[in-house]
């Protein structure tokens, strides 16, 4: 019969003994029998410096900060004087508490790629205007061409 290697019952084909546990089972055992001594030894392992356990002990310790979905009134941003004014009010969200240090942080970063880009859009605005002034300045001139 496909999907059964033998008959059941069989005493004389491979397989566990009833009643005997898997490895796994038998690991995790052991692991509860010891778990206070190697907490305590990973702890002591962290108080002497070893990074791998001081992280391990600090992410059982320290919940994961979760963002704090907290919203409030940015300022319109369309010129780069606008960008102050926007820095300001996130300044003044995390100065009260209204959101933390880690989102004003973030918010402030996305104003300073807004501040990267408005200032390259602005050199090359500039960098167009006197490529058209050189280039107007090196045309000759009507009385020039008639010479």
Known sequence: MRGRPFEPGNKMGRGRPRGTQNRRTRWVR???EHGDAIIRQCMVQALKGDRAALRLCMERLVPPCEPSGQRF???AVNTVADLGIAFH?????VAHGRITARDGEAVASVLETRRRLAETEEIHLRLQALEQRVAEDNEPSKGEREE
């Not at 009010?89 to 969200?93: H, I, K, P």
């Open 30 to 32: 052991e692991l509860e």
């Open 89 to 93: 009010a996130v300044l003044r969200e």
């Open 73 to 75: 009134e940015l300022p």
